[in-house]
Structures are given as C-alpha cells and as structure tokens.
Nanobody
Framework: QVQLVESGGGLVQAGGSLTLSCAAS????????MAWFRQAPGKEREFVAT????????LYVDSVKGRFTISRDNAKSTVYLQMNTLKPEDTGVYYC???????????????WGQGTQVTVSS
C-alpha cells in the first residue's frame, strides 16, 4: 500500500507561483509513476502531469505546458508540481496519485492523496 500526502496549496494571485508537494510512503516501489490531477467545482477530475520514478519522462495536459513543471526527488519519495503564471482557471483541488505507469487516465492510478486546494484570484 502507498500513502500520499499533498501539501503546498493555498491562495495566490493570477500570475503568481505555487509549488505543491506530495510525499509518498509505504510500498512506493509498487508504483512506477506519480501524477497530479485537479478538479474544479462542478467539473470532472482532470489530468495535469505525470512522471515516472525511474525514468523521468513527463507528460502534461496542454493547458499547463510551459507553466507547470512536475519533478521528483526519489530519495525523499516526493513529487512536486511547480506552478508558474497561474491563472484563475487553474483553481481547484489538486490530487497526487500513484500508479503503474505514467498515463493520463485517472482510472489507472491506484493510490490517491487527500488533495490540496489551490485558489487563484484575479
């Protein structure tokens, strides 16, 4: 089993930056990849970014390319999401997830964190 704890959410003005962290514990070796998803009120959960533990290949949803960066520190079993040039439409609950591979579908991730709220004001 893998436990995930997100942190770093908060309120930021449009154009600002915020960094989210997700600390993984337990049998982290059982999951090959980590990902970030977000969910805005009234909307479906949306893929944001994913990265593999072993090979740091990454994928991003088009709307965050060039603004968000996913990274990981294997020694700390922690994944980060650096968010720059934030927009109000980035507002939502951000979740980290662990799964078998770096894919964009939420159904392919087995473990989820509790989520952290990100609010971007205009």
């Amino acid at each position: 089993q893998v436990q995930l704890v997100e942190s770093g959410g908060g309120l930021v003005q449009a154009g600002g930056s915020l960094t989210l962290s997700c600390a993984a514990s337990g049998r982290t070796f059982s999951s090959r990849a980590m990902a970030w998803f977000r969910q805005a009120p009234g909307k479906e959960r949306e893929f944001v970014a994913t990265i593999r533990w072993s090979v740091a290949s990454v994928l991003y949803v088009d709307s965050v390319k060039g603004r968000f960066t996913i990274s990981r520190d294997n020694a700390k079993s922690t994944v980060y999401l650096q968010m720059n040039t934030l927009k109000p439409e980035d507002t939502g609950v951000y979740y980290c997830a662990a799964g078998q591979d770096a894919v964009i579908g939420a159904a392919f991730y087995d473990y989820w964190g509790q989520g952290t709220q990100v609010t971007v004001s205009s």
